[in-house]
């Protein structure tokens, strides 16, 4: 490989179309090959996004009323989705929160490309309409202002910053966040945004929303990185990365096919790789008497797949060898396989996230709108919150959690942990150059489509404070 790649956003948005297919989705990674063969990795809405979305949110100072795809069974005809509410009900995250386990004391750390101009604003409003907390947010830029770039290119990071602050602050409304934003997509800038975060021992936890196929990363940035997250794991600062979009396979590196093959950071020792379920709870309901029933009561689970370019990342690495911590469930290679956990990352049943864009980004009259997101880009910095609270309850840094999550799903008590996926798979359906590619099925316990599966957060946060269960 020559020159240096660009990583793409873990994200995919869904927009309800009056004048589209309903239930068409944009991805972070269902980008051309064109864009790709010229070094420019197309972003979540690509560079003419033609949609409309959830609708627009008003300025409120009060709790906004119940969006219609919450009021849906995933998966729709029309889409549904969840905010905050919901998903604390389904993983179990409200009663920690009501005992006063917020992330308070904690901080986040959140690593994006080109970051949001609006990103104050919009947490804001998101924070208005859910009745959420204010956020304390610090925008770090290390290497300066952002490179310019394309409006695709940016729209698309500026979305995927918009789901990872205000998703991690829905789970740890109580951490505060370090949005570290490297100048560009390229490895070299995210990886010096990466070394900032470790020479200054940042935060107690790191999210990192992107990826690329290992094969695809030049040889002495990969071996660099790895120093980078052993040097973060020597701090005791958790790592978490989204495992893609794109199922078992992803983008050849003259971007002309796809090819089966494992994203970094998360095919990394040191990092927690996030996979995609989706998820099926019950909807929110307006009540006769006009109060809400927020809904969100766990029902079922199935893996990611939702069709070419919309299905969790899964496989083997090419470069790392099978860590310690997988030895007693990886028996098929000797290698590292991903992910090690997964999250809801359905577009069908996706989140609800505030974003701020005018006619050069998204093609609309200047607002604030609700966007509905899926992809694995909203389960890393979900389970970066859900560290934080570990790390409040431990009263420090929990640091690596493979080890414990390994543990605790080979122990006998493994359902009380996690909610086990044990349908569907991350295969790729034919569609373009390199497909059909055959992925993996989930089945008992852990495996390379869902990893150990979903948090059962309530007993979950707990066991990962415990000392000694790491």
Request: hydrophobic fraction near 40%.
């Amino acid at each position: 490989m020559k020159g240096t790649p660009k990583r793409w956003a873990r994200l995919a948005i869904f927009a309800v179309l009056a004048t589209a297919i309903a239930g068409a989705a944009l991805t972070a990674s269902s980008h051309t090959a064109a864009a790709m063969h010229q070094g420019a990795m197309a972003p979540a809405v690509g560079s003419n996004p033609h949609y409309t979305l959830e609708g627009k949110i008003a300025p409120t100072s009060q709790v906004g009323p119940l969006r219609a795809c919450q009021t849906r069974l995933t998966p729709a005809p029309l889409g549904a989705c969840y905010g905050p509410d919901q998903i604390r009900v389904a993983y179990g995250i409200q009663s920690l929160l009501n005992s006063g386990i917020t992330g308070a004391g904690r901080t986040i750390v959140i690593i994006d490309a080109y970051g949001s101009n609006t990103i104050v604003s919009d947490l804001g409003q998101f924070n208005a309409y859910f009745g959420l907390p204010s956020a304390t947010l610090n925008i770090i830029q290390p290497d300066g202002l952002p490179s310019p770039t394309d409006a695709g290119n940016a729209f698309g990071w500026k979305a995927e910053t918009t789901l990872d602050v205000e998703w991690a602050h829905s789970i740890a409304p109580g951490a505060t966040i370090d949005l570290v934003v490297a100048k560009s997509n390229n490895d070299s800038d995210i990886l010096s945004a990466t070394q900032y975060v470790a020479d200054h021992s940042l935060g107690d936890v790191v999210s990192q929303s992107y990826g690329e196929a290992e094969q695809c990363m030049d040889a002495g940035l990969l071996a660099q990185q790895h120093r980078v997250f052993n040097q973060l794991a020597s701090e005791n600062i958790t790592l978490f990365a989204s495992s893609g979009d794109q199922g078992a396979a992803l983008p050849s590196c003259d971007g002309n096919s796809f090819m089966k093959a494992a994203s970094t950071p998360a095919t990394d020792p040191n990092v927690t790789a996030v996979g995609g379920t989706q998820l099926i709870a019950h909807p929110a309901s307006v009540n006769a008497d006009g109060s809400i029933n927020i809904g969100g009561t766990w029902m079922s689970e199935t893996t990611w797949n939702e069709g070419l370019g919309s299905s969790g990342g899964g496989g083997v690495s090419s470069v790392y060898s099978r860590p310690d911590y997988q030895a007693s469930v990886v028996k098929d290679t000797h290698m590292r396989e991903i992910p090690d956990i997964s999250y809801n990352a359905a577009v069908n049943g996706g989140v609800l996230g505030a974003l701020t864009c005018g006619p050069t980004e998204c093609g609309l009259p200047l607002a604030t709108y609700f966007f509905r997101f899926g992809g694995t880009s909203a389960g890393s910095p979900q389970w970066a919150g859900l560290t934080a609270l570990a790390d409040q309850m431990a009263g420090g840094r929990v640091g690596g959690i493979n080890k414990t999550l390994y543990k605790l799903g080979k122990g006998g008590n493994a359902s009380s942990y996690f909610h086990d996926i044990t349908t569907g798979n991350n295969s790729v359906p034919a569609g373009v150059p390199g497909t059909p590619i055959t992925g993996f099925s989930a089945v008992p316990g852990w495996d390379e489509a869902t990893g150990w599966g979903t948090p059962i957060a309530s007993a979950l946060v707990p066991a990962i404070a415990k000392p000694g269960n790491g």
